[in-house]
């Protein structure tokens, strides 16, 4: 099992950067494959970028050119590179690990226009 923590989010202006990090525990964070999701109030949570544990990534259309995802297994943390954000990136994004199902508590995107 891996239990999950992120930050790195806040408040940004349309067309600006934040950079989340998913810090993990335990010593399976290598074995996980890893995906970012968000939740917009009043919508499901989906999901934006995963990576395998060999490093392939996947995004969701909405996010693809901008979001980067990338991770560091002797960090045991996951990454999320937001760039060019709108004002839709608004939501709030969690970490899961797909192999064993935790999530993180989430942390706030918003941005404004």
Known sequence: QVQLVESGG???QAGGSLRLSCAASGSAFSRSAMGWYRQ???K????VASITTGGSTSYADSV?????ISRDNAK???????????PEDTAVYYCKSLLFGSWGQGTQVTVSS
Do not use: D, W, Y
């Open 76 to 86: 045991n943390t996951v990454f999320l590179q937001m760039n060019s954000l709108k």
């Open 40 to 42: 917009a109030p009043g």
């Open 64 to 68: 693809r050119g901008r979001f980067t």
């Open 44 to 47: 499901q949570r989906e999901l």
């Open 10 to 12: 806040g408040l940004v």
